[in-house]
């Protein structure tokens, strides 16, 4: 199978107010302008577009991972073209179904659905932070690493699909609450990761 692109480099309206309704497989699960948690889809799609026919791609990119060439549209032009508003995307086991981060966007999502070749489902997710913010926000973490070191020590860090900054620690419980405190609640996870040692014979 194709190696996807990593997305760590790496919205709830219903499809009437979207002006999905029109588009084949688009169905509302959550209506509303109210965010949704991250793991639960607003809205999702199902792709009509013939294998082959987005720019620069033909059927061969999709052969064994159908969602490959619709991923890689997303994740550059889409990306590109709606900065203001994407998160990130993620594609799963399923080699036919992707998981769009954005922020809510009516524009955004006719785009997404739109572009999404033959049998490719794509589900729709709210967040409240683009992907530039997020970057930044990494980089900001990043550059404040050291300060730490007496209370944890930061093996990782890196943007993810869903909105957050994943921060690999040695003690996730005593880092938790400190870059809380410094770079705000709502897009810090930690997850413990000890730092490789340089051993020396």
């Known amino acids: 199978m194709r190696h996807r692109p990593n997305s760590r480099r790496t919205l709830a309206l219903s499809c009437a107010a979207l002006a999905l309704a029109a588009l084949p497989g688009c169905r509302t699960q959550n209506a509303g302008v109210e965010f949704a948690p991250a793991t639960e889809p607003s809205e999702q799609c199902v792709g009509s577009r013939p294998a082959g026919s987005l720019p620069g791609r033909d059927a061969a990119d999709a ?6 060439p619709t991923y890689v549209h997303i994740d550059t032009t ?39 070749e033959k ?3 794509v589900r729709l997710h709210n967040t409240d932070i683009n992907r530039e ?9 990043t550059d404040e690493s050291d300060r730490w070191e007496s209370t944890f020590r930061i093996a990782s860090i890196g943007a993810d699909a869903k909105g957050y900054v994943l921060v690999g620690v040695d003690e996730p419980h005593l880092a938790l609450p ?3 405190r ?10 413990r990761e000890e730092r490789a040692s340089l051993l020396t014979g």
């Not at 889409?78 to 524009?107: C, F, N, W």
């Not at 410094?182 to 997850?191: L, P």
């Open 63 to 68: 052969e064994g991972d159908p969602a490959f």
């Open 78 to 116: 889409l990306r590109e073209r709606h900065s203001d508003v994407y998160t990130g995307v993620e594609a799963g086991d399923d080699v036919t179904v992707l998981d769009v981060y954005r922020i809510p966007s009516a524009a955004f999502d006719k785009d997404v659905c739109g572009s999404a």
């Open 119 to 121: 049998g490719v489902t």
């Open 133 to 141: 913010r997020l970057e930044a926000l990494a980089e900001r973490v």
């Open 178 to 180: 400190v870059l809380e």
């Open 182 to 191: 410094e770079f705000g609640a709502g897009h810090i996870r930690v997850e």
